[in-house]
């Protein structure tokens, strides 16, 4: 929507090709159906969310930065609000609403939309893009093709890998894809025991081949597979392609290991007679406290007076660092966000343009670049959208 929009702004005559039934199908679903469009951030805090090519973004967020999409969408009848950790929504809460607000714009500058109209291959014809041809056996020409298919996330809004077979049929490289911004999946099979509780304040340490690669702190949700929740899922966009990946959980950040364990000596001395995991209760949820004397090997029925000082000792410091194996994710069905895309090497970061075929650009998550959550991966699609409308429209 955004690259047709400013490539009809730069004075182009544009079709918007969309094999769904209607346009922006994803955003309805983003921000649980209220759309986080955007984070209302300066430029290099955005990029230090953006794990993998930051500076390829530049050039797109110069042209359009979070607050410029803002202004866009107030332009165009869509008010916006800011709420905790500068994750901006439409003031409505429904998503449809940025969606309408687009599609108006759209028509406002004559962009022809297709519904239904899904894209074969891309034609090319004297060492450049020339047009695509459709599933129905119709070719379109153009001067210039975008491509803006997403990834493989959600595959049902009709992200299906589309712009990745186009990408690697015109000569491009696609990086290896996976899932990501998304939950975790553990060989213990504990976690599914506890199954929708939510730890906050928490820190997760994940490490793979001795070296920690991510540290976090916020909430963790349990779930029959793992663990999901924020500090999970954008653990997920930091795990290395291989490798086992250990995770420990610190479920006592604000205190030392000597802190913690003078905290059990005094409560465990003034309990007496009372059970271990009644006394966990003191430091940890109900349910979190009743199952982790088990998974530690220690009886929780046991009175506190006779916990032994190994045992208090091993308490203490599963409490600090209490430890997980990632052994993959869930599915792109839950993914957020693709990682992984065509090469950003290939293309021109000032225009989105492909380096190996004129006429052809790309943009949005089907390239290789993904953010944590918190509304940074519309804004890229956005931005580079953007970017690559207003280069192709400008095209001689």
């Known amino acids: 929507m955004l690259a047709a929009l400013f490539a009809a702004r730069s004075g182009a005559k544009v079709t918007l090709l969309e094999k769904n039934e209607k346009l922006g199908k994803k955003v309805y679903i983003t921000g649980k159906g209220r759309c986080n469009c955007t984070n209302l951030c300066d430029v290099e805090d955005f990029l230090r969310e953006v794990p993998r090519n930051p500076r390829f973004l530049y050039s797109a967020l110069r042209l359009m930065d979070p607050e410029g999409f803002l202004a866009l969408l107030n332009s165009l009848g869509c008010e916006t609000k800011v709420e905790r950790g500068r994750r901006a929504f439409p003031v409505s809460d429904h998503a449809s609403d940025v969606t309408k607000a687009l599609e108006n714009g759209l028509k406002n500058q004559g962009v022809a939309i297709r519904f239904r109209a899904e894209v ?22 153009a001067n210039a093709v975008i491509v803006c298919t997403g990834g493989l996330s959600y595959p049902s809004t009709g992200s299906t890998g589309d712009g990745y077979r186009w990408a690697r049929e015109t000569g491009h490289t696609v990086t290896a894809c996976r899932p990501s911004l998304v939950g975790l999946r553990t060989q213990e099979a504990w976690p599914a025991q506890l199954q929708g509780l939510t730890l906050k304040n928490i ?13 976090g702190q916020g909430e963790l949700l349990f ?16 795990l290395p392609d291989q490798a086992p990946v250990s995770v420990t959980l610190d479920l006592k950040p604000g205190l030392t290991a000597e802190q913690l364990d003078q905290r059990l000596l005094r409560e465990f001395a003034a309990a007496g007679k009372k059970q ?19 998974v530690l090997g220690v009886d929780g029925k046991t009175p506190c007076s006779q916990v032994s000082g190994k045992a208090r000792a091993l308490i203490g410091t599963r409490l600090k660092a209490l430890p997980l194996t990632v052994t ?39 390239i290789d670049v993904d953010a944590h959550t918190g509304g940074y991966n519309l804004q890229i699609a956005w931005s580079t959208g953007a970017l690559a409308g207003k280069s192709a429209g400008e095209r001689p």
């Open 223 to 238: 779930t029959h597979y793992g663990v999901s929740g924020p500090l999970a899922i954008e653990c997920s966009a930091h």
């Open 203 to 215: 820190c997760l340490n994940a490490a793979a081949c001795g070296k920690i690669f991510y540290s």
């Open 328 to 366: 993959g994710t869930q599915d792109y069905n839950e993914a957020i966000v693709t990682r992984g895309g065509v090469d950003v090497k290939a293309l021109n970061a000032a225009t989105m343009e492909s380096k190996k075929l004129p006429g052809l650009y790309f943009a949005g998550e089907v």
């Open 120 to 141: 074969s291959r891309i034609l090319t014809a004297g060492g450049q893009a020339s047009g695509v041809a459709l599933t129905s056996g119709e070719t379109l020409p």
């Open 276 to 294: 271990l995991a009644t006394v966990l209760q003191g430091l940890l949820p109900q349910r979190m406290a009743a199952l982790l004397p088990g």
